[in-house]
Nanobody, 126 residues
Framework: QVPLVESGGGLTQAGGSLRLSCAASGRTFGNVGVGWFRQAPGKEREFVAAISWRGITQYADSVKGRFTISRHYANNTVYLQMDSVKPEDTAVYSC????????????????????WGQGTQVTVSS
């Protein structure tokens, strides 16, 4: 398992931008898949975006075209760029890693992700 540390959350207005970071603490990500999930108060955790070790990405329909996930091996960090944010994006965002698929495919099921960060709060005001 890879210890993960998220950062970059905060308060912003609707239409603004935030960039979340997910760093592997003391280790490299290696050939794992990395996903972002979010959980709003009173709601189930939901998939946001994921990127495989091959760079294949997938997004939830609710964020497609607004959020971008990227993976930077040089600084061992995965980013979630959030643009045109909406109040409904308010949630605790967590990154997680899943064992690498041999074909580099992406998984959106939280059950496949074995190592989780502590989460970072994102609040979007209207």
């Amino acid at each position: 398992q890879v210890p993960l540390v998220e950062s970059g959350g905060g308060l912003t207005q609707a239409g603004g931008s935030l960039r979340l970071s997910c760093a592997a603490s003391g280790r490299t990500f290696g050939n794992v898949g990395v996903g972002w999930f979010r959980q709003a108060p009173g709601k189930e955790r939901e998939f946001v975006a994921a990127i495989s070790w091959r760079g294949i990405t997938q997004y939830a329909d609710s964020v497609k075209g607004r959020f971008t996930i990227s993976r930077h091996y040089a600084n061992n960090t995965v980013y979630l760029q959030m643009d045109s944010v909406k109040p409904e994006d308010t949630a605790v965002y967590s990154c997680a890693t899943a064992p690498g698929d041999p074909f580099g495919r992406v998984t959106t099921s939280s059950r496949a992700y074995l190592s989780w960060g502590q989460g970072t709060q994102v609040t979007v005001s209207s």
